[in-house]
């Protein structure tokens, strides 16, 4: 099976970031600055680095510690033996809050992955859950949305760890769950390159898949509400309150806790390291190394130009090897890759979800982000990028 060419080859890329109009509906004004851009200022604006930032940060965590005192655990951290996940368990610790690690495990983990997490917990002294899903069900999900021909097939793996982390925070009567995620290094992702609702998952899984789903969760909108507006679970933000620098963060990892790179950004898990590298840019022209780059762009860690010839290479560095391994573990013929790559792209707005109702409740949902029960990006993607 032949090796489909990559090409980089925008026509108009914004003047600040390396974001261009490859991106379903992507603005760029009088200055040629873009959409993602903005976001990122308001983010910044909201979230400043100064002489108060440390204040906010010390009465979110009090907060946190006050309402799990006398529990096991006072938050809940989601873990993948990533870089940014890792960092987020590091300064939960350090801060002196008491985090259960939850990690997910869909059959796709690196060895590395695993063994960043378990260094990790063991240098912390932090447990460790680890929700194992059946193989032949997260299989036929993923299979599903390969066969949907839409470009958010690692929704199956962010949406139902989004589930998990709910579910544990439920079962274990916490009210926090604390995320990895820094608008300084991965930007906002784009809601036309991924969207993800409980509804969109079963609507896709229900349409191409052949199994019943009994090993893990999938968390619909009603779960949804219960878990946030009935008990009160909120998400956190950690990184935001932390100056980033990638250089700094690898060196604090490698050295205090063993951490190991596994190449690039969430290339922990062998699927995404596929998915992204390959059938993004091959059958959808999306390279999710523009939202990472344009990020260090905007938080000065990388040059405009130096992020241009990065993205001129080929990301996809497995070669036949990585290839074939992928398609023989998702139970795929040579012919059925061929036509998954070759049918022509759709979008999320072509199978039933959330999405309408998402639109109606706008100010219920801008409400929501107020009360913190709804993270900033979300807020941002849907409200200043929907379609």
Same mark, same amino acid.
């Given at each position: 099976?032949?090796?489909?060419?990559?090409?980089?080859?925008?026509?108009?890329?914004?003047?600040?970031?390396?974001?261009?109009?490859?991106?379903?509906?992507?603005?760029?004004?009088?200055?040629?600055?873009?959409?993602?851009?903005?976001?990122?200022?308001?983010?910044?604006?909201?979230?400043?680095?100064?002489?108060?930032?440390?204040?906010?940060?010390?009465?979110?965590?009090?907060?946190?510690?006050?309402?799990?005192?006398?529990?096991?655990?006072?938050?809940?951290?989601?873990?993948?033996?990533?870089?940014?996940?890792?960092?987020?368990?590091?300064?939960?610790?350090?801060?002196?809050?008491?985090?259960?690690?939850?990690?997910?495990?869909?059959?796709?983990?690196?060895?590395?992955?695993?063994?960043?997490?378990?260094?990790?917990?063991?240098?912390?002294?932090?447990?460790?859950?680890?929700?194992?899903?059946?193989?032949?069900?997260?299989?036929?999900?993923?299979?599903?949305?390969?066969?949907?021909?839409?470009?958010?097939?690692?929704?199956?793996?962010?949406?139902?760890?989004?589930?998990?982390?709910?579910?544990?925070?439920?079962?274990?009567?916490?009210?926090?769950?604390?995320?990895?995620?820094?608008?300084?290094?991965?930007?906002?992702?784009?809601?036309?390159?991924?969207?993800?609702?409980?509804?969109?998952?079963?609507?896709?899984?229900?349409?191409?898949?052949?199994?019943?789903?009994?090993?893990?969760?999938?968390?619909?909108?009603?779960?949804?509400?219960?878990?946030?507006?009935?008990?009160?679970?909120?998400?956190?933000? @950690?990184? +935001?309150?932390?100056? !980033?620098?990638?250089? /700094?963060?690898?060196?604090? $990892?490698? &050295?205090?806790?063993?951490?190991?790179?596994?190449?690039?950004?969430?290339?922990?898990?062998?699927?995404?390291?596929?998915?992204?590298?390959?059938?993004?840019?091959?059958?959808?022209?999306?390279?999710?190394?523009?939202?990472?780059?344009?990020?260090?762009?905007?938080?000065?860690?990388?040059?405009?130009?130096?992020?241009?010839?990065?993205?001129?290479?080929?990301?996809?560095?497995?070669?036949?090897?990585?290839?074939?391994?992928?398609?023989?573990?998702?139970?795929?013929?040579?012919?059925?890759?061929?036509?998954?790559?070759?049918?022509?792209?759709?979008?999320? @707005?072509? +199978?039933?979800?959330? !999405?309408?109702?998402? /639109?109606?409740?706008?100010? $219920?949902? &801008?409400?929501?982000?107020?009360?913190?029960?709804?993270?900033?990006?979300?807020?941002?993607?849907?409200?200043?990028?929907?379609?």
């Amino acid at each position: 099976m032949e090796i489909k060419s990559y090409f980089y080859n925008p026509k108009v890329i914004c003047s600040r970031c390396v974001m261009d109009d490859t991106v379903p509906g992507i603005n760029f004004d009088e200055n040629g600055v873009c959409t993602f851009c903005k976001i990122h200022d308001e983010l910044e604006k909201k979230y400043p680095i100064n002489e108060d930032t440390e204040k906010k940060l010390k009465l979110i965590i009090d907060k946190i510690k006050k309402d799990g005192k006398g529990k096991r655990y006072d938050c809940i951290v989601g873990v993948s033996g990533g870089r940014d996940s890792t960092y987020t368990l590091y300064n939960t610790v350090k801060l002196g809050l008491r985090p259960l690690a939850v990690h997910f495990d869909n059959g796709w983990n690196s060895e590395i992955a695993v063994q960043n997490i378990e260094n990790a917990c063991k240098i912390l002294n932090v447990d460790l859950h680890t929700h194992v899903a059946d193989w032949e069900e997260f299989k036929d999900l993923q299979r599903s949305f390969l066969f949907a021909s839409v470009p958010d097939a690692e929704v199956p793996t962010d949406w139902i760890i989004f589930s998990v982390l709910y579910e544990e925070a439920n079962k274990n009567n916490v009210k926090y769950i604390i995320h990895g995620h820094s608008f300084r290094t991965e930007g906002t992702t784009p809601i036309t390159w991924t969207y993800m609702d409980g509804k969109y998952v079963n609507s896709i899984h229900k349409k191409f898949g052949t199994k019943k789903i009994k090993s893990f969760p999938n968390m619909g909108i009603m779960k949804f509400i219960y878990y946030t507006l009935i008990r009160g679970i909120k998400q956190i933000r @950690l990184l +935001y309150y932390f100056p !980033y620098d990638e250089k /700094k963060v690898l060196e604090t $990892l490698k &050295n205090e806790l063993k951490w190991q790179n596994y190449g690039d950004k969430h290339h922990e898990s062998v699927y995404t390291a596929f998915f992204q590298s390959y059938i993004l840019t091959r059958k959808f022209n999306i390279d999710k190394r523009k939202l990472h780059l344009s990020a260090k762009i905007r938080s000065g860690q990388i040059k405009r130009e130096e992020a241009i010839a990065i993205l001129r290479k080929d990301p996809f560095v497995g070669g036949e090897d990585l290839l074939y391994y992928c398609i023989k573990k998702l139970n795929l013929s040579e012919e059925e890759f061929e036509k998954i790559m070759n049918t022509p792209p759709k979008k999320f @707005l072509d +199978y039933p979800s959330y !999405y309408l109702l998402v /639109k109606k409740t706008k100010s $219920l949902i &801008n409400f929501a982000n107020k009360l913190g029960l709804v993270p900033d990006t979300v807020f941002q993607k849907y409200f200043r990028f929907i379609p």
